[in-house]
């Protein structure tokens, strides 16, 4: 399986080939030849991506090709997308990993994956709606949910399950607390 780094880096390539190209493909909507040259192009990225192992650096220059094609033609047009601040190209690009990471694993560790999501999801929102949290737990009960998901995502499903357990926890202290005080 590949690597959680080199996951990362397609998924990087491949959120801005995404955007790029479709930004391009609204702007080269009824010239033939450039549809042709904006297909080739996402098309030879994509099998970069693809292949095994993944050559990020010829996909990364059909990347670098679109850029440039972006910057010399429409650097000035209004819906020219724009690089998005570091957080939200983290978060955008970490969904992008999700994906390839998910579909890399096996359907029974899928499935395992996807109950243990369930699973902390029902339990954050029902520590979260109890009265009286006061805000330092609140935040415990945040960063360990932060933590359980962060494990889903690099796929260490035991220290996703043992988070959940901890976020419980914390919140079953934070109730057994105002009962008896």
Known sequence: MAGLYEIWQRAEVSRRLDVLSGFIAMCVAGDDDARRRLAQLVADADAALSASPPDLSVASEHLDELVWWADTEWADHPYRPVEARPDEA???TRDYAKD???AALPVRVRDRMVGIELSLEVG???LCR?????CRTRQDIFYVAGRAAMALDLGHLEAAEREIRRMEQVGSVEQRESHCG
């Open 90 to 92: 983290d978060r955008q």
């Open 124 to 126: 954050f929102l029902a």
């Open 100 to 102: 390839l990471r998910h």
């Open 130 to 134: 109890q009265p009286g949290l006061d």
